[in-house]
């Protein structure tokens, strides 16, 4: 049964709102190349929200339904027929090529997968309060998040439009308009509170997103109920203060999101005049065709970017091609896949149509699960990289010492998330050597990093006689003065509360405690009034623990901050020499000088803390930047870093061995730290490293 129309015929066609989507999709993919560029052209996403809600709104207001069914029947298979096709095409020819050139893709497949039902947004905020979900650039289908969003709000809508009455009559419209307002108003109190608090994992969640797709339909529904044209001489100005707020900075991620929408939304309202210079440049031919393969071009942008970083890299050499094949696959994509299955009569019956857009999604999941778990890994088809261990997983693998004697069993001695909060780290398990014997015991504390240096105090055991316990919290402070609002800050505020004290009583005098934490985040590469207090509180917070344990006789060391590793993107995989890419992947490193110099501010607090007594710092820079580039390769070639995270490879905790080895001796044989080395830009190590 087909729907009848009403309130003056059908929907008019609106050549500007393309305009907006190839406004919307350029900006994404202009911030995805390099988001430097346009720092919040991300935000096109959220362009792509207001206009769905916009004209999925305009389109129901001209139908006419007899029945629930009628119109979730009709609706849903328009959105089968739109959504599906183009979207089963792109995960499968992009999850095969990505198997050729990712060692281990299971992690972008499972969020392909996921995709095909609308799902990826759920999955991907579950791996982001997994402490190492995969690292989004790398993942070829994280950008399939925004589909998730939509066709869950799709799931919702049909009902809100039928139980209120929507377009039947006038009572109708204001419960429709009251409704969706009170949703909207909660759905944005949560956007702002979850991005007050930090909570970055509700960036995918329905809920936090519902608001705006909610504003393109009361938009529409406002656009039935005012004259417009006495407000169309707004509609340029608007457009350039939206296209302006695409440059805001990142760190006003929540302001800019509400801004672009109201933005958005007031000039979808207002842009009724085709003769205004707005509308001139968004009804252009070339402009409106970007906007009619606008979805296609969304799916495949950020598969050949994806590609791209795993092989020939990103730059302002290959960028043309790129731009040229991200064009060449929306083409075809939408003159070949999806224009003509949205116009096709799948079946004189809508749940069978249905039927076959859901039984081809998983058919194709089917595919693509075949590829991302028993095929997984053996479709690639470059070299691996030579390693003892890779991967996030990896650090909580059970580590043996050389000679078998001892062994650190990795999950039972570590908080993975908020859910171990009461959890107990058991000695035995998580202490290499014989802590009830040993001549020294000492005790590391820190987040991930502390667990993947295990492999660092081999000699410590096996040669000097100590018993060296390691614990991590992931995603904690490196001390409990700094306040932790991140996803894990339950588990943090335990471990630093309950587990390390109670670990910390079973010290006794001369033993250690080895505080081991990643600190890029206290060097941002722009310092500010915040970054000043983070370091400040960081400073407060070793003294204090300093004197709480000097008060017992233990002695404390400090890891220093490694190189900004993580910013560079790259996955151990992409260093390697292969023959796609002959020099490994161009990943984005720092020079020693740039690390050392944004790495100015932390070096004079460590230099503080060095000349104090009681305070070792720990500086492993010429292990982690032994060239004039910081990247992944140590002096002897062997690969730094196990993941994309900059956790140290087991290759690089045995290279850091040595030199823990010999600033934990220099104390003992000495009785105070050996002070820092004003010769070397502020690299507290140095000296020793080159006495090798």
């Given at each position: 049964m087909q729907?009848?129309?009403h309130h003056a015929g059908q929907p008019v066609y609106r050549r500007e709102i393309d305009g907006l989507r190839a406004l919307a999709v350029v900006a994404v993919i202009i911030n995805h190349f390099n988001s430097e560029l346009l720092p919040s052209g991300y935000l096109g996403v959220d362009v792509f929200f207001v206009i769905s809600g916009f004209v999925i709104t305009q389109s129901l207001y001209y139908r006419r339904y007899s029945s629930l069914g009628d119109l979730l029947g009709d609706f849903y298979v328009r959105r089968v027929k739109r959504l599906v096709p183009a979207l089963l095409v792109f995960v499968l020819v992009t999850g095969v090529l990505l198997s050729l050139f990712n060692p281990d893709p299971s992690q972008s497949l499972k969020t392909g997968l996921m995709s095909l039902f609308g799902l990826s947004n759920i999955y991907l905020q579950i791996k982001a309060t997994d402490y190492f979900g995969g690292a989004a650039h790398l993942n070829a289908f994280t950008h399939t998040w925004s589909l998730g969003v939509e066709e869950q709000f799709y799931l919702l809508f049909p009902f809100i439009i039928w139980l209120t009455g929507f377009g039947r009559k006038t009572p109708g419209v204001r419960a429709f308009v009251t409704t969706l307002g009170l949703i909207s108003l909660i759905s944005l109190a949560g956007f702002i509170y979850w991005n007050h608090i930090g909570k970055h994992s509700f960036y995918f969640f329905t809920p936090t997103r519902f608001w705006e797709l909610a504003a393109g339909s009361l938009i529409f529904v406002l656009s039935t109920r005012v004259d417009t044209r006495r407000i169309a001489g707004l509609a340029t100005p608007l457009l350039v203060m939206l296209v302006a707020s695409l440059w805001l900075a990142q760190e006003n991620a929540a302001v800019a999101t509400v801004l672009v929408v109201a933005l958005c939304s007031l000039f979808i309202l207002c842009s009724t005049n085709a003769s205004s210079a707005s509308s001139r440049l968004l009804c252009n031919r070339a402009v409106v065709y970007i906007g009619l393969i606008s979805y296609s071009l969304y799916l495949w942008h950020w598969s050949v970017l994806s590609l791209s970083r795993w092989t020939v890299g990103i730059s302002a050499w290959t960028a043309p091609a790129q731009i040229g094949l991200m064009l060449l696959l929306a083409v075809l994509s939408y003159h070949y896949i999806e224009t003509p299955l949205r116009k096709a009569t799948w079946s004189k019956h809508r749940l069978v149509s249905i039927g076959y857009g859901m039984s081809s999604a998983c058919i194709a999941s089917a595919l693509v699960a075949f590829i991302a778990w028993p095929m997984n890994g053996r479709l690639y088809a470059g070299d691996r990289p030579n390693m003892a261990a890779i991967g996030v997983e990896s650090l909580v693998h059970e580590y043996v010492l050389p000679d078998a004697r001892y062994r650190w069993?990795?999950?039972?001695?570590?908080?993975?998330?908020?859910?171990?909060?009461?959890?107990?780290?058991?000695?035995?398990?998580?202490?290499l050597g014989d802590f009830d014997t040993a001549e020294t015991r000492m005790l590391v504390l820190g987040n991930s990093f502390a667990a993947s240096l295990v492999a660092a105090f081999d000699q410590l055991v096996t040669e000097d006689g100590f018993a060296v316990t390691i614990t991590s919290s992931w995603g904690a402070s490196p001390v409990r003065e700094v306040p932790n609002t991140g996803e894990w800050s339950e588990a943090n505020d335990y471990y630093w509360q309950v587990v390390a004290p109670g670990l910390m009583d079973r010290l006794r005098p001369g033993d250690w405690v080895f505080i081991a934490s990643d600190l890029a985040s206290f060097s941002p590469a722009a310092p500010s009034e915040t970054s000043e207090a983070r370091l400040t509180q960081l400073k407060t917070g070793i003294e204090s623990l300093s004197v709480e344990l000097q008060g017992r006789g233990v002695k404390l060391a400090v890891l220093h901050g490694n190189p900004f590793a993580r910013e560079a993107r790259c996955d151990p995989a992409e260093v390697v020499p292969q023959w796609y890419a002959p020099e490994g992947?161009?990943?984005?490193?720092l020079s020693r000088a740039e690390t050392l110099k944004r790495r100015a501010r932390l070096d004079e607090t460590m230099r503080d803390l060095a000349q104090r007594r009681d305070v070792v710092?720990?500086?492993?820079?010429?292990?982690?930047?032994?060239?004039?580039?910081?990247?992944?390769?140590?002096?002897?070639?062997e690969i730094l870093y196990r993941d994309a995270f900059s956790h140290p490879s087991v290759e690089a905790a045995r290279l850091s061995g040595p030199m823990i080895r010999r600033r934990l001796a220099a104390v003992t044989e000495q009785g105070m730290p050996l002070a820092y080395d004003d010769g070397n830009a502020g690299s507290l190590g140095a000296e020793e490293a080159r006495s090798d």
């Open positions: 729907p009848t129309f069993k990795g999950e039972p001695c570590v908080l993975a998330d908020d859910t171990e909060v009461g959890k107990v780290i058991p000695l035995a398990d998580c202490t992947r161009l990943c984005a490193f710092v720990v500086d492993l820079i010429d292990v982690f930047c032994p060239g004039q580039t910081c990247n992944y390769r140590a002096a002897n070639g």
